[in-house]
């Protein structure tokens, strides 16, 4: 790792994945961190991050809570002039804030205030934005609301997904995040500047309802969709009473009079078509039950699906 003449004190803050590239990032830059906060002990990533960070040689903070009193005094007695958040599971309490110097900077990935919340990288695919972006931003008492530092917008293509977007933004993000630091060891201070006031398109995490396919929404609408949690979460639908996972389809611009969403409507060429509220999609990623992954081609050889056959939310 690069020698520094960093001296300003720096906590980082984060969970895995986005902590492995943020603390990487900063460390082979030379910023000089005092201690790493990763998740608690009943996390699911807890010891592969506590390993990560002490094959780096840094200070690994345990904690139950970020309010105890003993967590406290121990940030303290580091002398922290600035904290940064490379996503993190949990909300950071104002009493811990308020115990950094200079406050808490936190990568986010939207332009805020637009996508506020737990998935932007999900949540922009569906909506069919064209761009979305990156905020440094300071942390205040509720999620995603302090003053924003700096942004970068980022376009968004035709074939992205949760994945691709993750890993560009996580990348921008931390570039994004060392510059604002180099900055600050200069001058010694951070350009900020208040969010807007109002009402702004929010971005919550997916429901476990949501990821129950809905073939009454639109064909392009269903393919966003299965892009917008790809490859992280698990959309499903059931067919014949087994769960099948899909993953991936491609969109007809046709619909079958006849035939309601869910329903198969058409086989030929070695491809299943499910008309949705408008036009119609075919599988083309799909994991059948315990039985096999496969596209359409498959489908139709293994299971022999039916014309008039319907996909839906519910087992029989």
Do not use: W
């Not at 980022?154 to 949760?162: A, D, F, G």
């Amino acid at each position: 790792m690069a020698n520094s003449k960093y001296k300003k004190r720096v906590l980082f803050i984060g969970v895995p994945d986005m902590a492995f590239v943020g603390l990487d990032t900063l460390l082979y830059a030379g910023i000089n961190i005092v201690g790493v906060l990763g998740p608690k002990k009943t996390h699911n990533t807890y010891f592969l991050f506590k390993e990560f960070v002490k094959s780096r040689h840094q200070n690994f903070i345990e904690y139950d809570k970020l309010s105890s009193p003993e967590l406290l005094q121990q940030i303290r007695d580091l002398n922290v002039d600035i904290a940064v958040v490379c996503s993190f599971n949990n909300k950071i309490p104002k009493v811990f804030i308020d115990t950094i110097k200079d406050g808490i900077l936190n990568i986010h990935p939207s332009l805020l205030p637009k996508y506020r919340g737990g998935n932007p990288y999900s949540r922009v695919i569906i909506n069919n934005e064209k761009e979305t972006g990156v905020t440094i931003h300071f942390m205040s008492e509720n999620f995603d609301e302090g003053d924003i530092v700096c942004q970068q917008r980022v376009p968004l293509s035709t074939i992205e997904t949760m994945g691709t977007l993750f890993y560009r933004t996580n990348n921008i993000g931390c570039r994004m995040l060392l510059q604002v630091l180099i900055d600050y060891e200069k001058t010694g201070s951070i350009p900020r500047h208040k969010q807007p006031e109002g009402e702004f398109v929010k971005a919550p995490n997916i429901s476990d309802e949501e990821l129950l396919v809905d073939f009454t929404k639109p064909a392009d609408y269903i393919e966003r969709f299965l892009r917008a949690v790809n490859p992280y979460l698990n959309p499903m639908t059931i067919y014949n009473n087994q769960s099948i996972k899909l993953y991936k389809v491609s969109v007809v611009n046709k619909d079958y009079k006849g035939f309601t969403p869910g329903q198969i409507c058409d086989i030929k060429h070695n491809k299943v078509l499910i008309q949705t509220g408008k036009g119609c999609v075919i599988p083309e990623i799909m994991h059948f039950s315990g039985f096999f992954i496969g596209d359409s081609g498959d489908f139709i050889n293994i299971i022999q699906p039916k014309i008039g056959d319907k996909f839906n939310n519910e087992y029989t």
